[in-house]
């Protein structure tokens, strides 16, 4: 049984940093393209940022900010925030799918697998 669990969520002010880590079981991440995803109030849940082998993709929102990566060893998969913004505001997502000729996918139904969420707040 596969399952995400992300964690490093709080409470930060504009300006902070953030490190969000998505530890996963039940499946080795190597060769497994995955994602982050947020979700604000009121608002559909959103592409934040992919990661196929080494390679990343970024939501114009966020790039320039925000770096995505993968520790193979321990099957995490990581997302460091920096600068974040009150927009940034929002529950996070990790999620995972099986490759399926495209490295990279932003729509939420292509990921199979997901975490619970961590909420990230950030104050102005």
């Known amino acids: 049984q596969v399952q995400l669990v992300e964690s490093g969520g709080g409470v930060v002010q504009a300006g902070d940093s953030l490190r969000l880590s998505c530890a996963v079981s039940g499946r080795t991440i190597r060769s497994d393209p995955m994602g982050w995803f947020r979700q604000a109030p009121g608002k559909e849940r959103e592409f934040v940022a992919a990661?196929?082998?080494?390679?990343?993709q970024y939501a114009n929102s966020v790039k320039g900010r925000f770096i995505v990566s993968k520790d193979n060893v321990k099957n995490t998969m990581y997302l460091q925030m920096n600068s974040l913004k009150p927009e940034d505001t929002a529950i996070y997502y990790c999620a995972l799918r099986l490759y399926d000729g495209t490295w990279f996918r932003q729509r939420t139904d292509a990921y199979g697998y997901w975490g619970q969420g961590t909420q990230v707040t950030v104050s102005s």
């Open positions: 990661i196929s082998w080494s390679s990343t």
